[in-house]
């Protein structure tokens, strides 16, 4: 009832705007009247000269600012507003008492919504976008519809299927992108990654046939190897598992980014690999004796554990460490590098179980 009376406020105020100004009466009357003043006023000047009342340069004085005041008045009723009849004043009261609310009703009935419940603004603060990105996948999946041979739609729409869990969608999508985008070792891998990732992480007979045609096309392909290791793995062959996946290590930058997610695969079948060395430190070491050589990694590793005992929060450094001192057969350093990388990160839960987790089959106690 408050939204309704409300309402009807605003309705009233339109109307008072609307008839206010047709009820106000012109002032040319008024303005026309003046005119009349003044003319009487200059026969009186007469009459008062005549009868010797004053003399003539007053007369004169009087008659000039007597005219300069008709002029005006007289331009004034000129330039006056035309004055409208009764009956306008009242056709237009009509129109503005039963036009509006009829012309308001006619637009709210087909757009509005008479039942709809309240939407505050903290509601509404957090609605979703307008422009999610189910809602984009959706718009990209209409219009592959009517253009399925959209190779570039194909290739912009499987990844996000991928990674929003739509597997066997985006097995469809990538299939789709190769057909008309053309074939070559990405596509191909991510196809296999797809598939592996339909079957709940298994490298199934069909995926690894995708990972090896990749293999083929790009030797170096770096998903198509690491699955190829992954398949590997899963059938047992861990031997076969780690060459792969140390020859992926010997031929990666040291910032390539899925180098960690390698060696933790390394670890993983019980082979961990010692810290990367940086590309300038890579080349400097293929000129070193293997007794220099050492020395340098041994080094590194003394940096790395400075480092870490001034800032205890890298979780991904400890486990270079730990993984360093095992690789070294220092294995009292790795027990020590653990106790105090667990020491280090013991209060936040998240990154110990990280670190639990990338600890794993290095065969460390405690």
Sequence with gaps: MTLWFVFALMTAAAIFAVLLP????????????????????????????????????????????????LLAAADQADHAPLQSSHKLRRAAAVLALVGLPAVAFAVYLPLGSPRLPDFPLAARSHAPDAQSLDGLVAQVERHLEKSPTDGRGWSVLAPVLLRTGRYEDAV?????????????????????E??????????TDQAKAEFERAHALNADEPKANYFLGLAAEQDGRKADAASIWRAMLDKASADAPWRPLVQQALARVGQPVAPALSDQAAAAGQNMSEADRETMIR????????????????????LRLV????VMGDREKAKSALTDARQAVGKDAERLRQLNEGLKNLGLEG
Aim: net charge neutral; glycine share 10%; hydrophobic share 40%.
């Design 323 to 326: 993984r360093a001192y095992v």
């Design 194 to 203: 797809a598939m592996t990732a339909a079957a709940s992480g298994v490298v």
């Design 172 to 192: 469809r999508a990538f299939r789709n992108s190769i057909t008309y985008n053309g074939e070559s070792a990405d596509r191909r891998a991510d196809l296999g």
């Design 22 to 69: 047709l009820g106000l009466r012109s002032r040319a009357q008024v303005q026309g009247s003046e005119t009349f003043v003044y003319k009487d006023q200059l026969a009186e000047i007469d009459r008062d000269l005549a009868a010797g009342l004053i003399v003539a340069a007053e007369a004169d004085a009087a008659r000039t600012e007597i005219g300069r005041r």
């Design 299 to 318: 080094g590194m590793v003394e940096r790395l554990a400075t480092r870490l005992k001034q800032n205890g929060e890298d979780v991904d450094g400890w």
